[in-house]
């Protein structure tokens, strides 16, 4: 029981994620966050 439970919650959680990839995309948001996301990159590897 608790198997499948789990592995049902992961199918929700990855579809969740998916949905939430997708609409991103579509709104032409995902390129503000790689960029987001490089500059924070590359400011963790400049104080190491």
Same mark, same amino acid.
């Given at each position: 029981?608790? =198997?499948? %439970?789990?592995? %049902?919650?992961?199918?929700?959680?990855?579809?969740?994620?998916?949905?939430?990839?997708? =609409? =991103?995309? $579509?709104? !032409?948001?995902?390129? !503000?966050?790689?960029? %987001?996301?490089?500059? $924070?990159?590359?400011?963790? $590897? !400049?104080?190491?």
């Amino acid at each position: 029981m608790s =198997s499948s %439970s789990s592995s %049902s919650s992961l199918l929700y959680m990855i579809a969740l994620l998916l949905v939430l990839i997708h =609409s =991103s995309i $579509q709104s !032409g948001f995902r390129n !503000g966050v790689s960029t %987001s996301l490089l500059k $924070q990159i590359s400011g963790v $590897q !400049g104080k190491q």
